[in-house]
């Protein structure tokens, strides 16, 4: 059974403060690692697919990397529109997402 | 905006009542998916559709189906409502196509509330 675990659960950080978020997963045969934003009450918005260790990819203020085991997203001088559930899914043999709970990120001004 | 589409935006209802919600997927995209948010239970993925067949099921209860018509614009019946139904229901869609982009495009939801 794929799993996915997001943390740390809650974030708060100050406007400018970079920092990153976990995304650790056990899947069987990989075939995509998700990320979404989602805002209150909305629809998750997708941001980024990686598909194998060691790729990259960016947008804007975000960063996200993969690793076997773990992926990370990275968020450079964040700005109080950042704030956002972010989540993170894999698609494995099964080819249905499953998704962690979602890291809350609060960004102060 | 996703390109995907659902309605109705919010629906409250009483327990034992069944509802349907609508979803209209992205122009092209053959492969439509359901999922249950909850505050308890994130994000659920319950069934999925391409081209109008069944193609995969998660955790879904026997008293919800689904079905994906021909105009590819799918809808998820729920019935013998409880109050543990009460949650956003999101309808998602993909190319669907062998070898290609497999990211899901998510819709605005639907929050239902059964009272």
């Known amino acids: 059974e794929d799993q996915v675990t997001q943390s740390p659960e809650a974030l708060r950080l100050q406007e400018g403060e970079s920092s990153s978020l976990n995304c650790s997963y056990t899947?069987?045969?990989?075939?995509?690692l998700f990320w979404y934003r989602q805002d209150p009450g909305k629809g998750p918005e997708f941001l980024f697919t990686?598909?194998?260790a060691g790729e990259e990819k960016e947008k804007e203020r975000l960063k996200a990397t993969l690793t076997k085991k773990e992926s990370f997203l990275h968020i450079t001088a964040p700005k109080p529109e950042d704030s956002a559930t972010y989540l993170c899914?894999?698609?494995?043999?099964?080819?249905?997402?499953?998704f962690g709970s979602g890291t809350q990120l609060t960004v102060l001004p | 905006d996703s390109g995907v589409t659902q309605t109705p935006k919010h629906l409250i209802t009483a327990t034992g009542q069944r509802v349907t919600l609508r979803c209209s997927p992205r122009s092209g995209d053959l492969s439509v998916y359901w999922y249950q948010q909850s505050l308890d239970q994130g994000l659920q993925f319950l069934i999925q559709?391409?081209?109008?067949?069944?193609?995969a099921k998660g955790n879904i209860l026997e008293r919800f189906s689904a079905q994906q018509f021909p105009d590819l614009h799918s809808e998820l019946n729920l019935s013998s409502l409880e109050l543990g139904d009460s949650a956003l229901y999101f309808c998602?869609?993909?190319?669907?196509?062998?070898?290609?982009?497999?990211?899901?495009?998510f819709g605005p939801g639907t929050r239902l509330l059964v009272l």
């Open positions: 899947v069987s045969g990989l075939r995509g």
């Open positions: 990686l598909y194998s």
């Open positions: 899914a894999v698609r494995g043999s099964a080819r249905q997402l499953t």
């Open positions: 559709y391409y081209n109008g067949e069944e193609r």
């Open positions: 998602a869609s993909s190319s669907g196509l062998a070898g290609g982009p497999e990211t899901q495009y």
